[in-house]
């Protein structure tokens, strides 16, 4: 079965997003255990890790016919990185998300997975959002609740990512 688990990744854009997850959790680390003028610093490089995980993820999720096109556009979006962090995790979210969909529709294995991805990532988008009025009423764990979203969404990302190396598998096979 294409969309099982997986542990290790075939492709080499899968492990350079699989090794983008663990500079996002050294970077979260680090920003969630400093205080003071640091904090701040920290803050900005969690968002771009965020975003460089991103970018990494819809280089794995798109096909390999679209590969040129994706670096394209990935120097574009990582050269917004440092000053719109935010805008270019919401592009490739979307970008994966679309991909994702596109692919739930020809492999109906994937369907559950994709609904799963998307029902979490919406519920992730809305605390995320609401993150700052839910801190001003001493709801602190909607900052939690948004990162075990977060984790969920990522995880169940692993079906596209599985699918698509599957796909490249079969193909150059």
Same mark, same amino acid.
């Given at each position: 079965?294409?969309?099982?688990?997986? $542990?290790?990744?075939?492709?080499?854009?899968?492990?350079?997003?699989?090794?983008? &997850?663990?500079?996002?959790?050294i970077?979260? @680390?680090?920003?969630?255990?400093?205080?003071?003028?640091?904090?701040?610093h &920290?803050?900005?490089?969690?968002?771009w890790?965020?975003?460089?995980?991103? @970018?990494?993820?819809?280089?794995?999720?798109?096909?390999?016919?679209?590969?040129? $096109?994706?670096?394209?556009?990935?120097?574009?979006?990582?050269?917004?990185?440092?000053?719109?962090? *935010?805008?270019? @995790?919401?592009? %490739?979210? *979307?970008?994966?998300?679309?991909?994702?969909?596109?692919?739930?529709?020809?492999?109906?294995? &994937?369907?559950?997975?994709?609904? $799963?991805?998307?029902? *979490? &990532?919406?519920?992730?988008?809305a605390?995320?959002?609401?993150?700052?009025?839910?801190?001003?009423h001493?709801?602190?764990?909607?900052?939690?609740?948004?990162?075990?979203?977060?984790?969920?969404?990522? *995880?169940?990302?692993?079906?596209?990512?599985?699918?698509?190396?599957?796909?490249l598998? %079969?193909?150059?096979?």
């Open positions: 079965e294409c969309i099982a688990p997986c $542990r290790r990744r075939e492709s080499a854009a899968g492990v350079q997003f699989g090794a983008s &997850l663990l500079g996002v959790g970077a979260a @680390t680090a920003y969630h255990a400093s205080s003071g003028k640091l904090r701040k &920290l803050r900005k490089l969690d968002y890790s965020i975003s460089l995980s991103t @970018t990494a993820a819809v280089r794995a999720a798109l096909p390999a016919k679209s590969q040129a $096109r994706a670096r394209l556009s990935s120097i574009g979006l990582l050269a917004l990185v440092p000053f719109q962090p *935010s805008a270019v @995790t919401a592009i %490739n979210a *979307s970008i994966a998300q679309i991909e994702f969909a596109r692919c739930s529709q020809k492999c109906p294995m &994937l369907r559950s997975a994709h609904r $799963r991805q998307a029902a *979490s &990532l919406a519920v992730g988008l605390c995320f959002g609401l993150e700052d009025a839910a801190m001003q001493n709801m602190g764990f909607v900052h939690a609740m948004w990162h075990c979203l977060a984790c969920y969404a990522v *995880s169940s990302a692993n079906a596209l990512i599985k699918h698509k190396e599957c796909e598998h %079969n193909f150059a096979g």
